[in-house]
C-alpha cells in the first residue's frame, strides 16, 4: 500500500494517524532512508532512516531497496528488507513514497495499491510548507514546483484523497476504508517483491 502526495500535504501526520486506530488487517509500516538531513522534531529509525550518501550508495549496491529516488535535492528509497518481512508474515506493508517511487514500485508489483493524497489548494499547500518552517527560501521554492508536477501525475494512482485542513483523523479514517475495500475485492491476493 503505497501512500503519496507532494511534500507538506500531512503524509507523516496522517500515517501517525492510522497508526493510532485499531485497523482492521495487521499491517507494518515501511520507513523510509534518506540522504537528507535530520529535521529537529525528527527520530532516527522512528521517522525516517537517515544515512549517509556512502550508506545510501552502498545499500543501493547491495540491492537493499525496493526503490531509489533523488527528491529535492536529497536521495530517498524503500528498504526492501522490510517490505519482504511484511508481506512474509500477512501483513499489509505501508509506504510513504513520492511519485517517482510509486512508479517503480508499481513496474515491479503490478497488484500495489497506490493511494495519492492532495491538499484543498495549492495555496493551502504552500501555507503548510511554510508554516512547518523546515526548509530554507530555496528549498521551499523547489517543493512547491515538484508538487505543482505531482499534483498533475495525481490520475495515475488508484485512489485519490483530499487531506482537508486540520481533519487528519477523516483522512486516516478515508485511507483505511480504502484498504478494507481493496481486502474485500481481492481478498486472495498475494504479493510478492
Known amino acids: 500500500m503505497i501512500i ?18 485499531k485497523a482492521p488487517y495487521p499491517r507494518s509500516y515501511v520507513i523510509t532512508v534518506t540522504t537528507r538531513d535530520r529535521r529537529p522534531n525528527e527520530i532516527d529509525g522512528v521517522h525516517y532512516h537517515f544515512l549517509s550518501l556512502d550508506d545510501y550508495q552502498r545499500l543501493v549496491a547491495d540491492e537493499g531497496l525496493l526503490e531509489a529516488s533523488e527528491v529535492h535535492r536529497h536521495w530517498y528509497g524503500t528498504p526492501r528488507d522490510q517490505v519482504q518481512s511484511a508481506l512474509a508474515n500477512g501483513r499489509d506493508a505501508i509506504l510513504k513514497i513520492d511519485v517517482q517511487g510509486a512508479d517503480k514500485i508499481r513496474a515491479r508489483v503490478r497488484d500495489a495499491l497506490l493511494i495519492f493524497v492532495v491538499p484543498p489548494s495549492m495555496e493551502e499547500l504552500e501555507r503548510r510548507l511554510v508554516n512547518r518552517g523546515t526548509e530554507p527560501p530555496k528549498d521551499l521554492d523547489i517543493r512547491l514546483r515538484n508538487a505543482r508536477i505531482e499534483m498533475a501525475r495525481r490520475g495515475e494512482f488508484d485512489h485519490v484523497v483530499v487531506n482537508e485542513t486540520d481533519c487528519i483523523d477523516q483522512t486516516a479514517e478515508e485511507i483505511d476504508a480504502i484498504i478494507s ?13
Open 181 to 193: 475495500a481493496e481486502h474485500e475485492r481481492f481478498a486472495e491476493r498475494t504479493i510478492t517483491v
Open 4 to 21: 503519496s502526495g507532494p511534500s507538506g500535504v500531512g503524509k507523516d501526520a496522517i500515517l501517525e494517524a492510522m497508526q493510532r486506530r
